[in-house]
Nanobody, 126 residues
Protein backbone atom coordinates (compact mmCIF):
# COMPACT_ATOMS: atom_id res chain seq x y z
CA UNK A 1 0.00 0.00 0.00
CA UNK A 2 1.36 3.36 -1.03
CA UNK A 3 1.81 5.82 1.80
CA UNK A 4 3.09 9.39 1.61
CA UNK A 5 3.70 11.26 4.86
CA UNK A 6 4.53 14.95 4.90
CA UNK A 7 6.30 16.75 7.73
CA UNK A 8 8.03 20.04 8.44
CA UNK A 9 5.16 22.48 8.32
CA UNK A 10 4.64 25.16 10.92
CA UNK A 11 4.09 28.81 11.74
CA UNK A 12 6.76 31.21 10.56
CA UNK A 13 7.14 34.90 9.84
CA UNK A 14 7.39 36.47 6.41
CA UNK A 15 10.91 36.12 5.06
CA UNK A 16 11.65 32.95 7.01
CA UNK A 17 12.42 29.51 5.58
CA UNK A 18 10.96 26.04 6.03
CA UNK A 19 11.84 22.65 4.63
CA UNK A 20 9.07 20.17 4.03
CA UNK A 21 9.72 16.47 3.74
CA UNK A 22 7.62 13.68 2.28
CA UNK A 23 8.52 10.10 3.10
CA UNK A 24 7.18 7.40 0.81
CA UNK A 25 6.59 3.74 1.55
CA UNK A 26 5.00 0.85 -0.29
CA UNK A 27 6.34 2.07 -3.64
CA UNK A 28 9.41 1.83 -5.78
CA UNK A 29 10.12 5.46 -5.06
CA UNK A 30 12.55 6.01 -7.91
CA UNK A 31 9.81 5.04 -10.36
CA UNK A 32 7.62 8.00 -9.49
CA UNK A 33 7.62 11.64 -10.42
CA UNK A 34 7.02 13.52 -7.18
CA UNK A 35 5.14 16.75 -6.81
CA UNK A 36 4.13 19.31 -4.23
CA UNK A 37 0.77 21.04 -4.29
CA UNK A 38 -0.88 23.44 -1.88
CA UNK A 39 -4.39 24.47 -1.00
CA UNK A 40 -5.35 27.63 0.81
CA UNK A 41 -8.78 28.05 2.47
CA UNK A 42 -11.47 28.65 -0.10
CA UNK A 43 -9.13 28.03 -3.02
CA UNK A 44 -8.43 25.16 -5.34
CA UNK A 45 -5.43 22.95 -4.94
CA UNK A 46 -2.56 24.39 -6.95
CA UNK A 47 0.70 23.09 -8.32
CA UNK A 48 3.88 24.16 -6.55
CA UNK A 49 6.74 22.01 -7.85
CA UNK A 50 7.61 18.63 -9.33
CA UNK A 51 10.74 16.57 -9.82
CA UNK A 52 11.55 13.76 -12.23
CA UNK A 53 12.46 10.21 -11.28
CA UNK A 54 16.17 10.88 -11.25
CA UNK A 55 15.93 14.41 -9.91
CA UNK A 56 17.48 15.72 -13.08
CA UNK A 57 14.45 17.78 -14.07
CA UNK A 58 12.43 20.12 -11.91
CA UNK A 59 9.32 22.16 -12.55
CA UNK A 60 7.95 25.13 -10.62
CA UNK A 61 4.94 27.36 -10.46
CA UNK A 62 5.78 30.93 -11.37
CA UNK A 63 4.69 32.09 -7.93
CA UNK A 64 7.46 30.12 -6.20
CA UNK A 65 10.21 30.12 -8.81
CA UNK A 66 13.45 31.39 -7.33
CA UNK A 67 12.22 30.93 -3.74
CA UNK A 68 11.37 27.24 -3.50
CA UNK A 69 13.56 24.25 -4.37
CA UNK A 70 12.36 20.68 -4.80
CA UNK A 71 14.79 17.80 -4.37
CA UNK A 72 14.70 14.09 -3.71
CA UNK A 73 16.79 11.38 -2.12
CA UNK A 74 15.85 8.05 -3.70
CA UNK A 75 17.97 6.15 -1.18
CA UNK A 76 15.77 7.58 1.59
CA UNK A 77 12.49 7.45 -0.36
CA UNK A 78 12.02 11.11 0.46
CA UNK A 79 11.22 14.27 -1.46
CA UNK A 80 11.88 17.73 -0.04
CA UNK A 81 10.60 21.23 -0.60
CA UNK A 82 12.93 23.95 0.60
CA UNK A 83 10.93 27.17 0.95
CA UNK A 84 12.80 30.45 1.35
CA UNK A 85 11.62 34.04 1.54
CA UNK A 86 8.18 32.91 2.59
CA UNK A 87 5.25 35.24 2.09
CA UNK A 88 1.84 35.36 3.76
CA UNK A 89 0.30 34.23 0.46
CA UNK A 90 2.26 30.97 0.77
CA UNK A 91 0.00 30.03 3.67
CA UNK A 92 -1.72 26.75 2.80
CA UNK A 93 -1.85 23.05 3.43
CA UNK A 94 0.99 21.49 1.43
CA UNK A 95 0.56 18.06 -0.09
CA UNK A 96 3.05 15.76 -1.72
CA UNK A 97 1.95 13.49 -4.51
CA UNK A 98 3.32 10.70 -6.68
CA UNK A 99 2.84 10.22 -10.41
CA UNK A 100 3.75 7.50 -12.88
CA UNK A 101 2.99 9.70 -15.88
CA UNK A 102 5.61 10.16 -18.57
CA UNK A 103 3.84 13.21 -19.97
CA UNK A 104 5.46 16.31 -18.49
CA UNK A 105 2.34 18.38 -19.16
CA UNK A 106 0.47 16.36 -16.54
CA UNK A 107 2.93 17.24 -13.79
CA UNK A 108 1.25 20.62 -13.31
CA UNK A 109 -2.18 19.21 -12.56
CA UNK A 110 -3.50 17.34 -9.54
CA UNK A 111 -5.25 14.86 -11.84
CA UNK A 112 -1.84 13.70 -13.03
CA UNK A 113 -0.99 12.20 -9.64
CA UNK A 114 -2.22 8.87 -8.36
CA UNK A 115 -1.13 9.03 -4.73
CA UNK A 116 -1.38 11.77 -2.15
CA UNK A 117 -0.26 12.50 1.37
CA UNK A 118 -2.47 13.94 4.10
CA UNK A 119 -0.84 17.36 3.98
CA UNK A 120 1.07 19.61 6.36
CA UNK A 121 0.02 23.13 7.34
CA UNK A 122 2.28 26.06 6.54
CA UNK A 123 1.29 29.42 7.99
CA UNK A 124 3.25 32.56 7.23
CA UNK A 125 2.49 35.62 9.33
CA UNK A 126 3.15 39.16 8.13
Amino acid sequence: QVQLVESGGGLVQAGDSLRLSCAASGVTFSGFVMGWFRQAPGKEREFVAAISWSGGSTYYADSVKGRFTISRDNAKNTVYLQMNSLKPEDTAVYYCAASTSINRRTYYYAAGYAYWGQGTQVTVSS
